[in-house]
T-cell receptor, first 115, second 109 residues
Framework: NAGVMQNPRHLVRRRGQEARLRCSPM?????VYWYRQLPEEGLKFMVY????????ESGMPKERFSAEFPKEGPSILRIQQVVRGDSAAYFC?????????????FGPGTRLTVT | GEDVEQSLFLSVREGDSSVINCTYT??????LYWYKQEPGAGLQLLTY?????DMKQDQRLTVLLNKKDKHLSLRIADTQTGDSAIYFC?????????FGGGTRLMVKP
């Protein structure tokens, strides 16, 4: 029973490029959450998605960031025209539909470095 | 908005007990969590407590909740060097978790 999977684990992008981060939830989980962890800080909520729906994006920056969770395939967090301040670890978590958002299980994260 | 606070650093000797403290602000939180993060790794869910409980024990871990003071603590008995990590408390706020800044636990042999 694989846990939450994220890829790539490490991603290096130059300023102005696009970053795509992927998250496959645990088997049987249909809720996905994205969090960002800046160096030496705790995690900050970004967005909560269910299949084909964005439920809560109150933590997403207004520009350049978008997320999707299609009917088939992984959830994608997309950052356009990356800047140095986007360098962080991005974590995905999933929970089953029946849990009401409780018991969020986290993936290993994608560490994005913008040069 | 909610604000979850933790002390930055704790150092203990191997075999001693560790107590990591956390304060939160959202009195409507239903669940409170403790996660462990080792260097370069993701977050491991250690334990959680429902807001109507005062205490939860799970092997070496004891969670205490004081709702009146909005204070949460994690006690690790017989701390081992493998317990060295950053520990995050988090509160449930609707669908999201709000995390503290993390407490770095260092265990000296």
């Amino acid at each position: 029973n694989a846990g939450v999977m994220q890829n790539p684990r490490h991603l290096v992008r130059r300023r102005g490029q696009e970053a795509r981060l992927r998250c496959s939830p645990m088997k049987g989980h249909s809720h996905v959450y994205w969090y960002r962890q800046l160096p030496e800080e705790g995690l900050k909520f970004m967005v909560y998605l269910q299949k084909e729906n964005i439920i809560d994006e109150s933590g997403m920056p207004k520009e350049r960031f978008s997320a999707e969770f299609p009917k088939e395939g992984p959830s994608i967090l997309r950052i356009q025209q990356v800047v140095r301040g986007d360098s962080a670890a991005y974590f995905c978590a999933s929970s089953p539909a029946t849990s009401g958002g409780y018991e969020q299980y986290f993936g290993p994260g994608t560490r994005l470095t913008v040069t | 908005g909610e604000d979850v606070e933790q002390s930055l650093f704790l150092s203990v000797r191997e075999g001693d007990s560790s107590v990591i403290n956390c304060t939160y602000t959202d009195s409507s939180s239903t669940y409170l969590y403790w996660y462990k993060q080792e260097p370069g790794a993701g977050l491991q869910l250690l334990t959680y407590i429902f807001s109507n409980m005062d205490m939860k024990q799970d092997q070496r871990l004891t969670v205490l909740l004081n709702k009146k003071d909005k204070h949460l603590s994690l006690r690790i008995a017989d701390t081992q060097t493998g317990d060295s990590a950053i520990y995050f408390c988090a509160e449930q706020s609707g669908n999201m978790l709000t995390f503290g800044g993390g407490t770095r636990l260092m265990v000296k042999p």
